[in-house]
């Protein structure tokens, strides 16, 4: 049976891995390299890398390469990629599948495009997002500064017929914090479409894994600030989630 | 040396540097004097079967692989699209010929019958798997999970050259053996430990 995933987020600034709150007030966390090779020797069944300062395209690139190079799983590389030339360059250098956001609401043709030329299963749309006062989830573009009036279960069944593979999705409300995802979120969506749902933003803890997979009915599960600030891994969530009856692979 | 065949599809250097992360001397080629000289051959493919058998014409290579493979009985590993090649016949966009180096054909999976979702995509786990695999050498069944990517799969005409299937919708061929020849449904350069050891394996033969 297709299993459920574990994806470690990490996000690349200026060349560095950083990790923030609400997308903003980030602190260091390593070397891109460095940190995707722990990952790696840890079991994680997929990385995502998105570079979310898109002036340190070249040394992004290069880093890159070097994952790609030396981590033998699933890489999806996204931030900033704004037309299909943009994504063939990290096709070549050793993605596997591409994470477009903002110009994924800018011209959502460039959905479509990418589908086409690389398969349905390269393209994750990365949607942000953040509650109302009336309960309404609003989608934000451009690292959760520019609202967009798109509502995200509108958008998410966009992005399905549109062609893409799979939803990144995040709660910019929850990101950072630690205090579990939003799951009333993650179930609108992944209830609205059949594509596979990634959550992302807001793990703490063990439960909140197993939540957003039976609560939030995700097909794949993501941390960042988990990873990078507590003594919690890979290693111990897996186990965890393995315990709790998840269908995840073992590790090996 | 293993040599890597380049027919213009697939993500061979993906390839490349999982071998020699496992210390084997590995080459790209697409020159027939390399694959000549080769211990083994890998086939990789991302891609549509018509596409990469015409470039495999185009290059040349098909006889090549054939003769190889059939009089010189060099061992070839096909991977993804690779092993669909394998194949007698494929019917991806239209029918069309493929090496016909273990009897049988690629078809799609049935979405409508199955409800499934096309390409099957994700970490699935083998089963019915034939441990006398060398490719299976050391492993404990647990440890069988890998990363697949696809909308077709291999229907073999013989049980026999099935060493693994996977289950998706129906149990399909994941992995095939006919004596010097094997195949993966699934890319084992991008299933971490598991593949690592399946490839190396697979260096080992």
Not at chain 1, 68 to 80: K, N, R, V
Not at chain 1, 132 to 152: F, I, M, R, S
Not at chain 2, 160 to 176: D, K, L, P, S, W
């Amino acid at each position: 049976m297709l299993k459920k995933r574990l994806i470690p987020l990490i996000l690349v600034k200026s060349g560095r891995c950083v990790k923030g709150k609400n997308f903003s007030t980030f602190r260091d966390t390593g070397f891109p390299i460095t940190v995707a090779r722990i990952y790696d020797s840890q079991g994680a069944d997929e990385l995502i890398i998105l570079n979310i300062d898109p002036s340190s395209k070249e040394k992004f690139l290069e880093e890159i390469q070097e994952v790609a190079d030396q981590c033998f799983m699933p890489l999806t590389i996204g931030g900033g990629i704004q037309n299909i030339n943009d994504v063939k360059i990290l096709m070549k250098k050793g993605a596997d599948k591409v994470s477009i956001n903002t110009y994924a609401v800018k011209t959502p043709s460039l959905i479509t495009e990418i589908a086409k030329s690389f398969g349905a299963q390269a393209v994750v749309v990365s949607i942000d997002v953040k509650k109302k006062e009336d309960g309404k989830y609003e989608v934000y573009t451009q690292n959760a500064t520019n609202p967009t009036g798109l509502e995200v279960v509108e958008w998410a069944k966009k992005v399905e017929q549109l062609g893409a593979g799979e939803i990144l999705l995040t709660s910019i409300d929850k990101e950072g914090l630690m205090e579990g995802y939003d799951l009333e979120l993650l179930k609108i969506v992944s209830d609205a479409v059949t594509l596979p749902v990634i959550a992302a933003g807001g793990a703490g803890k063990m439960d909140d894994f197993v939540n957003a997979l039976n609560v939030g009915h995700a097909s794949a599960v993501s941390a960042g600030s988990l990873l990078n600030f507590t003594d919690q891994s890979v290693i111990k969530i897996r186990k965890f989630m393995k315990e709790a009856g998840v269908n995840i692979r073992d590790r090996t | 040396m293993i040599t890597i065949i380049d027919y213009g599809m697939g993500n061979l250097r993906s390839v490349q540097k999982a071998l020699e992360t496992l210390g084997a001397e590995v080459n790209i080629s697409s020159k027939k004097e390399d694959l000549k000289n080769a211990d083994k051959l890998i086939l990789p493919g991302v891609g549509a079967f018509p596409d990469a058998m015409n470039n495999l014409r185009e290059r040349g290579l098909f006889d090549v692989i054939r003769e190889e493979v059939i009089d010189n009985k060099k061992i070839i590993l096909g991977i993804c699209l690779g092993v669909q090649l394998l194949a007698e016949k494929g019917y991806e966009l239209k029918e069309c010929e493929g090496l016909g180096l273990i009897p049988g054909e690629v078809i799609k999976f049935d979405v409508e019958k199955y409800k499934l979702k096309i390409p099957h995509v994700g970490w699935n786990n083998l089963i019915n798997i034939k441990k006398d695999c060398p490719l299976f050498k050391n492993f404990e069944e647990n440890e069988l999970s890998f990363y697949f990517v696809h909308s077709y799969h291999f229907k073999t005409r013989l049980e026999e050259h099935i060493a693994a299937e996977c289950n998706y919708g129906i149990n399909f061929t994941a992995v095939v053996h006919k004596d010097n020849v094997y195949g993966t449904q699934f890319h084992p350069e991008k299933s971490q430990r598991a593949g690592l050891k399946l490839l190396e394996n697979f260096i080992n033969i």
